[in-house]
């Protein structure tokens, strides 16, 4: 990828390094921010930290695509600045259209802990979205509202209901229990805003799952039938704070936002947060999220890159509900088929060996008829003792590894048997079952050598099918010049 605003030449990756995700030109990042199609170019930001492979003062990063699979780098559209409502930081928003003309509303940060002030910051961007103007004027909305007792007053998310601009942000209360709160501001030009209380709570715990102690990057999707709330689960007091994204569905009526019910886990892995939304010009509703990924400060200190964004999912609703799947274009990323067919005696001791691994690649796996367990299996080792699983059983799917013992799982309701797909790309591993739940992890090799690909089914009569595709390692355009692979 282009050293961006000539910075110097881009690291040397190491196997595990994502190359076909998302990631920044080096060291960290963190939420995709303000996804937006316009003029037929995906642009993507997200938060980044160049000079060092943790989180710190953020700055926007920005890619584009035409097709979803090759990636170009643009310079940083945002970055903090001494004497600003930013200086501390450029933290998470979103870009929109306004009149005509591109804008990111972001997070201004000025200070740190109990004294940080979270500030609805905008710029406002050339035809080509690749120079931004930060206004001159300060904030727009210089601070959480009087009386609101939490500092947290961040991740702005707009949208134009027809007669009036709304915005949204995330919060939580701060006295008994404490809880994630939305907030709602409006607007008739997108300039002035005006407070309008609360938009959307809950409790700290619904449905059974932990909602945190507040809320970050509020999402909202409207999904002709459906409106879904998105929010991220933040607990700072639990061993790993960013919890997990949420999916509430209801419909907003009186400027507040009504549940149907209990909310849903978003994504069912361990590394998934700060999902953030698009509706492309073919009216899809597109979610990127940000891969986590769990290193030792040791392990962290030595990698050329830390986090990456999920492959985009198109979300949508069927009678059945929600469904998140990969979006089609992602078959551009194939560059060889490693195998496909039907699958020889996969109830074998070890199951069948399909291919060997490859760092980057795409399984998919459909079967008929399956009684009991059935999956893939990726030797992450050549003695295959480090593996990755994915295995359908009794109405779940469950990703584990590298250790036995280490997984996620995923409850699948819909009748009949759930097709996989399965992508990986480095430590980075997407699964997508029956093209309605999504479980992202990341699963940390040791060697450079991998095993095989095997497929499993615990009964004889199953009928597997599987097909294994390499996948680019440079669809993210890294090459000095800036000319993506093809
Ligand atoms: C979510 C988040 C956002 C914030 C950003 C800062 O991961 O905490 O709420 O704007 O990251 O980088």
Not at 276 to 289: K, Q
Request: hydrophobic letters at 35%; one cysteine or more.
């Amino acid at each position: 990828m282009t050293g961006a605003a000539g910075r110097s030449a881009p690291p040397a990756l190491d196997p595990d390094t994502p190359r076909y995700h998302v990631t920044g030109e080096r060291n960290w990042i963190n939420d995709p921010n303000g996804p937006l199609h316009h003029n037929g170019v995906y642009h993507l930001f997200f938060q980044a930290n160049v000079h060092a492979p943790e989180w710190g003062p953020p700055s926007w990063g920005h890619v584009s695509s035409t097709d979803l699979v090759h990636w170009r780098r643009h310079p940083d559209a945002l970055a903090p600045e001494p004497g600003r409502a930013d200086a501390d930081g450029c933290w998470s928003g979103c870009a929109r259209i306004v009149d005509g003309r591109p804008v990111l509303y972001y997070t201004g940060v000025v200070g740190d802990g109990d004294d940080r002030v979270e500030a609805v910051c905008r710029a406002t961007g050339s035809a080509d979205l690749t120079a931004w103007a930060k206004d001159p004027d300060g904030p727009l909305v210089a601070g959480p509202p009087d009386g609101l007792d939490s500092g947290y007053h961040r991740d702005p998310f707009l949208w134009h209901d027809g007669r009036e601009w709304q915005l949204i942000l995330g919060s939580g209360t701060t006295s008994g229990e404490r809880h994630g709160t939305v907030l709602r501001y409006s607007s008739h030009d997108a300039a002035t805003w005006h407070y309008r209380g609360e938009f959307f709570a809950a409790p700290r715990e619904a449905g059974g799952i932990d909602l945190g102690e507040h809320w970050e990057c509020p999402q909202l999707l409207d999904l002709g039938d459906l409106t879904v709330l998105l929010l991220s689960c933040q607990d700072p007091k639990a061993p790993r704070p960013l919890l997990h994204t949420v999916a509430y569905t209801g419909r907003i009526t009186g400027g507040a936002f009504h549940a149907h019910g209990p909310p849903h886990l978003f994504d069912h892995g361990d590394a998934l947060y700060a999902p953030a939304a698009a509706v492309d010009a073919a009216g899809r509703t597109l979610v990127w999220g940000w891969v986590q990924e769990p290193l030792s400060e040791h392990d962290r200190a030595r990698a050329a890159k830390v986090g990456a964004l999920t492959l985009p999912r198109v979300v949508d609703t069927d009678k059945a509900g929600l469904r998140v799947r990969p979006a089609p274009e992602l078959e551009g990323l194939r560059t060889g088929l490693l195998r496909s067919g039907p699958v020889p005696d996969p109830a074998g001791a070890r199951g069948s060996v399909l291919c060997p691994a490859a760092r980057q690649m795409e399984i998919e796996v459909a079967v008929e008829q399956p009684r009991g367990r059935y999956g893939v299996r990726v030797e992450l080792s050549p003695d295959g003792t480090r593996a990755l699983t994915v295995a359908v059983d009794a109405g779940a799917v469950t990703v584990t590894g590298p250790a036995p013992d280490e997984g996620c799982r995923a409850p699948l309701d819909a009748a009949g048997p759930a097709a996989l797909r399965i992508y990986l790309d480095g430590s980075v591993v997407e699964v997508f079952a029956g093209d309605r739940v999504a479980l992202t992890r990341r699963i940390h090799t040791t060697g450079p050598a991998l095993g095989a690909v095997r497929a499993f089914a615990a009964h004889d009569g199953t009928r597997m099918d599987c097909s294994v595709w390499r996948l680019s390692a440079t669809a993210v355009d890294e090459a000095p010049g800036g000319a993506a692979d093809t």
